[in-house]
């Protein structure tokens, strides 16, 4: 349209009475308010925009994870590095929306000022997560053991022998040979004395 406005205007052709003036400007402050960060609608979208990149980054790095995975040998590292990378994207969008929406950014700055004694609250609650987070980047980076390796744990039923099939941010996940599944903190695989039966390929 604006191609077509220009091009009436070096005709000198363009008849725009005040009227259609009046709604264009009337539309275009209406789209204009719409967007706003400010007004639900505006935050509405602005959240549904960023959901919709988030989304895409995830799934890219899901494709890319999977392209890569069938070039490697060991997929351990490559799987905890694919759901740090998409838990760090899910956090980066929702601080950029609540840095984006002003009321959020205020009750931000608000929750700031309290935040000595939130973290201490969070810290103590959040003790043993982040503790089987932890646990788990020492499994990776140590390589103590590998999705695929055979291996004998104790557990509150006795010592088990499972195959690993997941280590994720914060469970070890074993197959045993009933096919019964044991959902493992890892913390807990790295306090317990582990015996490798055999290495995955």
């Known amino acids: ?15 725009v009475s005040n009227t259609e003036l009046i709604c264009m400007s009337a539309y275009l402050e209406l789209f204009g ?13 602005i959240g549904a925009l960023i959901l919709g990149l988030i989304l895409i980054v995830v799934l890219l790095i899901r494709r890319s994870v999977r392209h890569v995975a069938l070039h490697l ?38 929750l700031l000022a309290g935040v000595s004694v939130v973290s201490v609250v969070v810290g103590m609650a959040a ?18 053991i590998r999705v695929g390796d055979t291996i004998q744990i104790n557990s509150p039923l006795g010592v088990v022998t499972a195959k690993v099939e997941v280590i994720s941010l914060g469970f070890t996940q074993l197959i ?5 599944e044991l959902i493992v903190p890892n913390s807990v695989m790295m306090g317990n004395s582990i015996i490798r039966l055999s290495r995955g390929l």
């Not at 308010?33 to 979208?45: C, E, H, I, K």
């Not at 990378?85 to 608000?110: D, S």
């Not at 003790?127 to 103590?144: D, E, H, K, P």
């Open 1 to 15: 349209m604006t191609i077509f406005v220009s091009i009436a205007v070096m005709q000198g052709t363009l008849h």
């Open 33 to 45: 308010t719409a967007l706003s960060p400010r007004s639900p609608l505006g935050a509405l979208l």
């Open 73 to 110: 040998s060991d997929t351990t590292a490559l799987q905890f590095v694919s759901e740090f990378a998409q838990l760090l994207t899910c956090v980066f969008g929702f601080v950029l929306y609540a840095h984006l929406i002003p009321e959020l950014r205020a009750l931000g700055t608000a």
């Open 127 to 144: 003790q043993s997560t982040l503790g089987n987070v932890i646990a788990g980047f020492s499994l990776v980076l140590y390589r103590q």
């Open 176 to 180: 045993n040979a009933d096919g019964h």
